[in-house]
Each structure stands twice: as structure tokens, then as C-alpha cells.
């Protein structure tokens, strides 16, 4: 059984929805799975004057348990998860992934399966290069990167080869479509599925 982590950052529960998706996936492929949401870093002060921020944040730290660098050692497979800033994965998960300089330099990491998925606000706002963000420090660990490619019929119609993703900003703010969910959870099962093969020596 292939134990996969699926550690995120969301600000208002986009992300989350989506590493909910790719969990259900690994799961339904026989993982063992374990779901991690890297903290916050703005203070308090500015989470509480934005309510759906504060409501967010409160909502997820009762549902996941923080993110930690001995989660990373535990797994034989990551997925990374991470809204984009500007074409690039969050502060707050680059933050996550500075810490983990000793893994590196043990070696931790080598070998263990590698993916990320994203969301942006805007149409064309970063999707692809969020996700390659995330899997250039996998490309340092050592790690062996499982994107999803075409592999299934649902990457005609959302996410990117990349790895999920999903739009939801623009006219009017909504969460994943059930096409972006779909993406994620094939992702999920696809690193599930890999991975077992990987262990088994197939």
C-alpha cells in the first residue's frame, strides 16, 4: 500500500477542494493516504479584517492537520498543492519547502513520486507554471515526477498536463467544476497507481 501526501496551501478553500479530490483518487487507487495545509503567514490582524480569509482559515485548520517537514519522510509519494502568486506557488509553501534543507541533505527525498496541482483566479493567470514552481524543488530532491499528461479524457476539459488545476476567479468567483475535481481525483489515482508500481519493483 503506497502512502501518499497530499500537502497544500489555501487561502479560501480552492486548493483545499482540489487536494480533497486528489486524496479521494490515491485513496480509491488502495492508498494509504494523509492530507497536510500549510499555515498562514500574514498575521492575524490581517486574516481577521477579511472575514471569508478568517472563516476560511478557521474552517480548514479544524478539518487538516499542519504541514510538517517529518509528513514529507513518511510518504512514498508527494502531491503539492498551491494557489498561484504571479506565475508562482504561494509564499507560504516555498516557505514550507525552505525548511526541508536537511532532507535534502540526507537524501530524504530521492526517489519518492512527485506532483502538484494549482489554481489561479484568471483564465491563462499562471496554471502551468504554478505546477512546474512546485516540481522544480522535486526535480532537486531527487524525486520522480508523475504528472498527469493526457492520460485521461478529462485533461481535454480541465486542468493541464502539468498537473490539476482550476480557474476560479474572473466574472464571478466559484470553486473547482466538477471537470477540475475529476482532473484531480485521476491525478490522485494516477500517483497511487504508480507508485505501487514503483514499490512492487514492476
Known amino acids: 500500500m503506497p502512502k501518499v501526501l497530499i500537502v497544500f496551501y489555501s487561502r479560501t478553500g480552492n486548493v483545499a477542494r482540489l487536494a480533497d479530490a486528489v486524496a479521494e483518487g490515491a485513496a480509491s487507487a488502495g492508498a494509504e493516504v494523509r492530507v497536510a495545509r500549510v499555515d498562514d503567514l500574514a498575521p492575524a490582524s490581517v486574516i481577521d479584517a477579511?472575514?471569508?480569509?478568517?472563516?476560511?482559515?478557521?474552517?480548514?485548520?479544524?478539518k487538516y492537520g499542519e504541514a510538517k517537514t517529518s509528513d514529507l519522510e513518511w510518504a512514498d509519494a508527494i502531491?503539492?498543492?498551491s494557489p498561484t502568486r504571479y506565475?508562482?506557488?504561494?509564499?507560504?509553501?516555498?516557505?514550507?519547502l525552505d525548511a526541508t534543507g536537511?532532507?535534502?541533505g540526507r537524501g530524504a527525498l530521492v526517489n519518492k513520486v512527485g506532483s502538484a496541482f494549482t489554481s489561479t483566479a484568471t483564465l491563462h493567470g499562471g496554471n502551468?507554471?504554478?505546477?512546474?514552481?512546485?516540481?522544480?524543488?522535486?526535480?532537486?530532491?531527487?524525486?520522480?515526477l508523475v504528472p498527469p499528461g493526457y492520460t485521461d479524457p478529462v485533461y481535454f476539459q480541465a486542468g493541464t498536463p502539468y498537473g490539476a488545476s482550476a480557474v476560479v476567479g474572473?466574472?464571478?468567483?466559484?470553486p473547482?467544476?466538477?471537470a477540475d475535481l475529476a482532473a484531480a481525483r485521476h491525478q490522485g489515482a494516477r500517483v497511487a497507481q504508480v507508485t505501487a508500481r514503483l514499490l512492487a519493483g514492476a
Open 87 to 96: 506565475g508562482i506557488m504561494a509564499a507560504e509553501m516555498k516557505n514550507y
Open 176 to 178: 473547482p467544476t466538477d
Open 50 to 62: 477579511n472575514p471569508v480569509w478568517k472563516a476560511s482559515r478557521e474552517a480548514q485548520r479544524a
Open 102 to 104: 536537511g532532507l535534502w
Open 128 to 144: 502551468e507554471v504554478t505546477n512546474l514552481s512546485m516540481l522544480v524543488p522535486m526535480m532537486h530532491f531527487g524525486m520522480i
Open 170 to 174: 474572473g466574472a464571478a468567483d466559484q
Open 79 to 81: 502531491v503539492m498543492g
